[in-house]
C-alpha cells in the first residue's frame, strides 16, 4: 500500500516565475492552482489554466482552478522612477484624481485608483500606503474636488500602484466592481473551478457575486481581509463556500500582533461551520530569494496544519519567486509531516460540536440538501469507525454532488477519505477539502456492485491492499441519492 497521503491541501500561484513550469508543481504536489486575476491579462490567465489541465491530465491527477478576483482595493498613481521617499512628519496629499489621467506622483502627494476616497475619509483615520510600508494620519478630510491632508507618522518608501489601506468600513467602492465582473466572465468562461471574492466586508457582498454568476455558479472562497470581515464572520461562514484568512492585508487592517490569534480564531469557526478554510499570505516568503525557508516559516505553515486549516497557499513564492518548484516541495514536506505526527498537538476533535451546513453542497443548491443532518450523522459514524479500528486504512466514498465527500472531510477522521465519483468538475470541486483524494470512477449498477467497484478501486490506486479494511460510504443502490450506506469491508485480492 502506499505511504500515508498528506491530508492538508496546497494552492500554488501561477506567475512568471511558474507558468512554464506547472508539470512541475503538479508533481510536486499543487492540488489548487491560483489564476491571481489583480495581475495578467486573460490571455495569461487562458494559458494558465490550459497547462493546468494538460498537466493534471498527464499525471493523473485532479488539479482544480481558484480564480482570484481582483475586489475593491485601493492602489496609489504612480511616481517617476517607481517609488518616492516619505519623510515622518511631513504633509502628504491623497488627490481625488484618476491615476491615468493625474500628474505622476511626488513627496507632496499621489492620486489613487478609488477617487472617492479622500471625500471617505475622516479625520484621525490611519492610512497605510505600500501595503504597511508608510503610515499617514488624516488631518482634514478631503472631497469631490479636494484631497484630504494627512501626516506622514511612520515614514519610508512608497512604489508606484501598490496598495491603500483605510478602514475598510469608510469605503464607498461597490463589493462587486466593473472589473470584478469583467474578471468573473473570463473565470467562469476559462472552467474556473473556484472563485475567490477580494475584500468581503459583509454576507451581502458574496450573494452579490454569486447572483452576478447566475447559472454558472462555482464555489465562492471569502477572503478574510478587513476588520469588517472579522466583525461579520459568523455571517461570512454562513454564506461562503469556503475561506481564506488572507494575512497580507489582514496584517494591516489589524495590529500584527493580533493576526495569529485571529487565523486560529477563524480556522476554529470555519471548522464547526462545515467550510474549509486556507490559510495564505508569507507562508514560506523568503523562498522568493533562498532555496529552503526559513525555521520560522516552516513552523507558521505547520501551526496551520495543526490548527485545523483545509489547505495552505504560496504566494509569491511560487508566483515570481526564484525557487517555485522548490517552495511547493517544502510546502508538501512541512504540511505531511504535520499531518502525520501532529495530531497529538492539535486540538482534540469533538464531532458532536461540529455544525457542517455550508461548503461545495451547499443545502440550497443540492437536491436533497435538507437532510444534511442524517447524511452529518452518518459521516461522523463513518469517522468514528475508521478512528477506532487501527486496522482500517482507508475510507471510501461514492458521491454524485461532492457534498457526501464534504461531510467526511468535515469529520475529520484519521485516514484518507478517497472520493470517487464520475464527474470531474465535481471531484476538482474536491480538490480544497481535507483529507480528500479525488478519483473518477463510472457509477456501478446495484449495491453489490458499488462495494465491489469501490474496494477494487481502493485496491488500484494503492490505498488498501487484501486482507485490510476499509470503510464505504454511499447510497443505495446505485451510488445516487442520500447516503444510506456505511460498511466496513475487508479487500480482496483482486481476481
Not at 501595503?131 to 469631490?144: F, I, K, Q, T
Not at 473518477?440 to 477494487?456: K, Q, S, V
Amino acid at each position: 500500500m502506499l505511504a500515508r497521503m498528506r491530508q492538508t491541501k496546497l494552492v500554488c500561484t501561477l506567475g512568471p516565475a511558474s507558468i512554464e513550469r506547472v508539470p512541475e508543481l503538479v508533481t510536486a504536489g499543487m492540488d489548487i492552482a491560483r489564476l491571481n486575476f489583480s495581475h495578467g491579462n486573460v490571455a495569461d490567465h487562458q494559458r494558465a489554466a490550459a497547462a493546468v489541465r494538460e498537466a493534471a491530465s498527464a499525471a493523473g491527477r485532479v488539479v482544480g482552478i481558484l480564480a482570484d478576483l481582483p475586489g475593491p482595493k485601493v492602489r496609489m498613481g504612480s511616481f517617476p522612477g517607481g517609488k518616492e521617499t516619505l519623510a515622518t512628519g511631513a504633509r502628504f496629499l491623497l488627490h481625488p484624481l484618476d491615476p491615468a489621467t493625474a500628474p505622476e506622483g511626488d513627496a507632496t502627494g499621489v492620486s489613487t485608483s478609488h477617487q472617492g476616497l479622500p471625500a471617505d475619509l475622516r479625520a484621525g483615520d490611519r492610512v497605510l500606503l505600500a501595503d504597511g510600508a508608510v503610515e499617514l494620519r488624516v488631518l482634514e478630510p478631503g472631497s469631490d474636488t479636494e484631497p484630504a491632508v494627512t501626516e506622514v507618522v511612520r515614514g519610508g518608501v512608497a512604489r508606484s500602484r501598490t496598495g491603500v489601506n483605510v478602514p475598510s468600513e469608510r469605503l464607498s467602492l461597490p463589493a462587486v466592481s466593473a472589473a470584478d465582473l469583467a474578471a468573473l466572465d473570463a473565470a467562469l468562461a476559462l472552467g474556473a473551478d473556484f472563485v475567490a471574492q477580494s475584500f468581503v466586508r459583509r454576507a451581502d457582498d458574496i450573494r452579490e457575486l454569486r447572483a452576478a454568476m447566475a447559472d454558472r455558479a462555482v464555489p465562492i472562497v471569502a477572503k478574510i481581509e478587513t476588520r469588517a470581515a472579522i466583525d461579520a464572520q459568523d455571517a461570512i461562514l454562513a454564506e461562503s463556500d469556503a475561506i481564506m484568512v488572507a494575512r497580507g492585508d489582514l496584517g494591516v487592517e489589524i495590529d500584527f500582533e493580533d493576526v495569529p490569534l485571529v487565523q486560529k480564531e477563524l480556522v476554529r469557526r470555519a471548522r464547526v461551520a462545515g467550510v474549509p478554510v486556507i490559510v495564505a499570505t508569507q507562508m514560506l516568503e523568503s523562498m522568493t530569494a533562498a532555496p529552503r525557508p526559513t525555521r520560522a516559516e516552516a513552523s507558521d505553515a505547520a501551526n496551520a496544519v495543526l490548527d485545523g486549516a483545509d489547505a495552505i497557499m504560496l504566494s509569491a513564492e511560487t508566483a515570481v519567486g526564484a525557487f517555485p518548484i522548490e517552495a511547493a516541495q517544502a510546502a508538501v514536506r512541512i504540511v505531511a509531516v504535520a499531518d502525520e505526527r501532529g495530531a497529538r498537538y492539535s486540538p482534540p476533535i469533538d464531532r458532536s460540536a461540529l455544525h457542517p451546513k455550508a461548503g461545495t453542497w451547499r443545502p440550497s443548491a443540492v437536491p436533497g440538501g435538507a437532510d444534511v443532518d442524517a447524511a452529518w450523522a452518518l459521516a461522523a459514524a463513518a469517522a468514528d469507525l475508521a478512528d477506532r479500528d487501527p486496522k482500517i486504512v482507508a475510507i471510501g466514498c461514492f458521491t454524485g454532488t461532492g457534498r457526501r465527500a464534504a461531510l467526511l472531510s468535515s469529520a475529520r477522521p484519521r485516514e484518507l477519505i478517497v472520493a470517487f465519483s464520475p464527474d470531474l468538475e465535481v471531484l476538482r470541486r474536491l480538490t480544497i477539502w481535507h483529507g480528500v483524494e479525488p478519483r473518477p470512477l463510472d457509477p456501478p449498477g446495484d449495491t453489490d456492485g458499488l462495494i465491489a467497484t469501490m474496494a477494487d478501486a481502493l485496491q488500484a490506486c494503492g490505498r488498501a491492499s487484501p486482507g485490510e479494511l476499509v470503510v464505504l460510504v454511499a447510497s443505495s443502490p446505485d451510488g445516487r441519492g442520500r447516503t444510506n450506506l456505511v460498511k466496513v469491508h475487508a479487500i480482496e485480492p483482486t481476481p
